[in-house]
C-alpha cells in the first residue's frame, strides 16, 4: 500500500501520485516482483478535507473512496476533530487514523481516539513502535491501544530501505506473544486486506479506560445525577 503524504510540506495531489505510481509499478512487473501495489494517500488532517474528499481530491484506499489514511499533527491539537471523523462517515468514507501511538495528542490521553473509534474510525499502529522504535512511551500506548481495541492495523510506515523499512516480522512476533495469533492474523492480515479490498468492517468495540469508567461511576453514584 504506497501512501505519500498530502500536508503542508509535501504538496502531493493526484496527479503527482498517480504518475509515478505507475511509473514504480510496471518497474515492479519488469522485474518480475511477485509484488501487487495499491495507490493510496498519508492525507494530514485538515478543516476542509471532508469538502476535498467529497471532490475526489484526496486520495483514499486503492482509491476507492471508502477508506482514508488520516494523519493528525504530531504536537498542535486541532480542535473539532470529533465532527470531523463524524462527517468523513456521513460521506461514506472512514478514516484509519494514522499512527496514534506517535501522536501527542492521543499519547497523552488514548481516551480522545477512544472517542474517534467510537464513532467509527479504524485505527493504526506502526510495527516499529511496537519494538522500541520510536521510544519507551510510543510502545507503551502502542500495546494498550491494542489491548483496548483502539487499532486495528499494523503497519510498516515503511520510508526508506535502511532506517524506516517495510518490515513487520519483530512486530507481529510481539504481538503474537502478548495476544495471541488470531489478533495478529486480524491486524496483520485479515483488516489489511478488507481496508484495500473495500470491504466493510465490523470491528470489535473499544474498551473504556479504567480513568474514564472510574468518571463514568462518580456521575451516576457521586452526586452526578440528582433527583
Known amino acids: 500500500m504506497c501512501t505519500p503524504h498530502i500536508d ?25 516482483l511477485a509484488l501487487k501495489l495499491v495507490k493510496g494517500a498519508e492525507v494530514h488532517m485538515a478543516a476542509d478535507i471532508v469538502v476535498k474528499v467529497r471532490e475526489k481530491e484526496l486520495m483514499t484506499y486503492a482509491d476507492q473512496g471508502k477508506y482514508l489514511l488520516l494523519e493528525f499533527p504530531f504536537q498542535q491539537v486541532l480542535t473539532g476533530a470529533e465532527e470531523i471523523v463524524y462527517r468523513l462517515r456521513l460521506t461514506g468514507v472512514t478514516p484509519v487514523i494514522a499512527h496514534p501511538e506517535r501522536i501527542g495528542y492521543f499519547m497523552d490521553d488514548p481516551d480522545r481516539l477512544f472517542k474517534l473509534i ?25 500495546f494498550t491501544m491494542i489491548e483496548r481495541h483502539l487499532v486495528h492495523v499494523v503497519a510498516s510506515d515503511a520510508h526508506d530501505a535502511s532506517y524506516r523499512r517495510p518490515e513487520l516480522t519483530e512486530a507481529a512476533a510481539e504481538v503474537r506473544k502478548r495476544f495471541g495469533e488470531e489478533r495478529v492474523r486480524s491486524m496483520f492480515i485479515d483488516t489489511p486486506r478488507a481496508i484495500v479490498e473495500g470491504e466493510d468492517l465490523e470491528p470489535p468495540e473499544p474498551e473504556e479506560s479504567p480513568r474514564g469508567m472510574k468518571r463514568l461511576f462518580a456521575g451516576w453514584f457521586g452526586g452526578g445525577r440528582q433527583g
Open 8 to 32: 503542508f510540506r509535501y504538496t502531493n495531489r493526484r496527479a503527482t501520485i498517480e504518475e509515478p505510481f505507475e511509473r514504480v509499478r510496471e518497474g515492479v512487473s519488469r522485474e518480475g
Open 118 to 142: 467510537r464513532l467509527g474510525a479504524l485505527g493504526q499502529v506502526t510495527g516499529g513502535s511496537l519494538t522500541g522504535q520510536f521510544g519507551d512511551k510510543s510502545e507503551r500506548v502502542g
